[in-house]
């Protein structure tokens, strides 16, 4: 699978993180603060899970920082709610670019729906959770649902690779901030202390994948694409062959539309999800 198929989607999902009044929206619902709506928001099609489910599949995060948020969001908002707010946030956050005069988002978005019926979903259990949220019935909406499905699909599927490879959310952090895939401000991102941080890197400099200083060293940088082509082949491993072949036919169209997404300012480079441009 080419992997501007797997950016393009990943563009599509994240506009809910980035438009300007993702905050406030949560708020208005009773939730506090941005993070405590993005734990709750993400989280939800789980249910309502506890701390250590989302430590557990969100994979990269402080412990201490999913705690601050769950379990109290759900106490704060429902569930329900919540789940509307984000799909609302989506359908909004794509509008300039679904909207736009020549875009073919009906036909995506029913391809891309396709496209989640041929996963195998053993061992994904946040791509399951948000699979088995009802199916919009707008074109906007379905396109975010199967977006979203997708990109957490993937996401498991690295999940796997990295504890597999023996890397903790700090070590998984810090080897991608060496490699330059995200900013220096993704520890305060993820919530992890200066101690912890270090940590990270200090278990990475005794594999050989940093200098001291923290400069990546070409068998980190090795091992960082090793892990990528890995997640490849694992996702490639739970994909039919029906959805192997319409994730190619509609890769032109999905990294259009992410395009037009990026052109519309709806998500800014460089980020602290790693979102790269297709």
């Given at each position: 699978?080419?992997?501007?198929?797997?950016?393009?989607?990943?563009?599509?999902?994240?506009?809910?993180?980035f438009a300007p009044d993702t905050k406030e929206r949560y708020e208005v619902l009773g939730l506090k603060g941005y993070w405590m709506g993005y734990f709750a928001s993400r989280s939800g099609?789980?249910?309502?899970?506890?701390?250590?489910?989302?430590?557990?599949?969100?994979?990269?995060?402080?412990?201490?920082?999913?705690?601050?948020?769950?379990?109290?969001?759900?106490?704060?908002?429902?569930?329900?709610?919540?789940?509307?707010?984000?799909?609302?946030?989506?359908?909004?956050?794509?509008?300039?670019?679904?909207?736009?005069?020549?875009?073919?988002?009906?036909?995506?978005?029913?391809?891309?729906?396709?496209?989640?019926?041929?996963?195998?979903?053993?061992?994904?259990?946040?791509?399951?959770?948000?699979?088995?949220?009802?199916?919009?019935?707008?074109?906007?909406?379905?396109?975010?649902?199967?977006?979203?499905?997708?990109?957490?699909?993937?996401?498991?599927?690295?999940?796997?690779?990295?504890?597999?490879?023996?890397?903790?959310?700090?070590?998984?952090?810090?080897?991608?901030?060496?490699?330059?895939?995200?900013?220096?401000?993704?520890?305060?991102?993820?919530?992890?202390?200066?101690?912890?941080?270090?940590?990270?890197?200090?278990?990475?400099?005794?594999?050989?994948?940093?200098?001291?200083?923290?400069?990546?060293?070409?068998?980190?940088?090795?091992?960082?694409?090793?892990?990528?082509?890995?997640?490849?082949?694992?996702?490639?491993?739970?994909?039919?062959?029906?959805?192997?072949?319409?994730?190619?036919?509609?890769?032109?169209?999905?990294?259009?539309?992410?395009?037009?997404?990026?052109?519309?300012?709806?998500?800014?480079?460089?980020?602290?999800?790693?979102?790269?441009?297709?």
């Amino acid at each position: 699978m080419e992997t501007k198929f797997w950016r393009s989607v990943e563009v599509l999902h994240d506009v809910v993180y980035f438009a300007p009044d993702t905050k406030e929206r949560y708020e208005v619902l009773g939730l506090k603060g941005y993070w405590m709506g993005y734990f709750a928001s993400r989280s939800g099609a789980m249910g309502t899970p506890s701390p250590e489910q989302v430590i557990a599949t969100f994979h990269g995060f402080a412990p201490a920082m999913v705690r601050r948020a769950l379990p109290d969001a759900w106490s704060l908002a429902s569930r329900d709610d919540i789940l509307t707010a984000r799909f609302d946030l989506a359908r909004d956050a794509l509008a300039p670019a679904t909207e736009a005069e020549g875009a073919d988002t009906a036909r995506i978005a029913k391809e891309l729906q396709a496209i989640v019926a041929g996963f195998d979903f053993a061992g994904k259990p946040l791509a399951a959770a948000h699979a088995s949220l009802d199916k919009p019935t707008d074109d906007t909406g379905l396109l975010w649902w199967a977006a979203s499905v997708i990109r957490e699909y993937r996401g498991d599927c690295h999940i796997a690779v990295l504890t597999a490879a023996g890397l903790d959310g700090t070590a998984a952090n810090t080897l991608a901030v060496a490699a330059g895939l995200i900013g220096g401000e993704q520890r305060e991102m993820r919530g992890w202390t200066e101690d912890e941080w270090a940590a990270g890197y200090a278990r990475l400099a005794t594999r050989g994948w940093v200098e001291q200083d923290g400069t990546i060293t070409e068998s980190g940088r090795a091992a960082r694409q090793q892990i990528e082509d890995a997640t490849d082949r694992v996702c490639a491993a739970g994909m039919g062959k029906e959805a192997t072949a319409r994730a190619i036919t509609v890769e032109d169209g999905v990294r259009t539309l992410a395009r037009a997404v990026l052109k519309s300012g709806a998500i800014a480079f460089p980020n602290p999800t790693g979102t790269q441009s297709p």
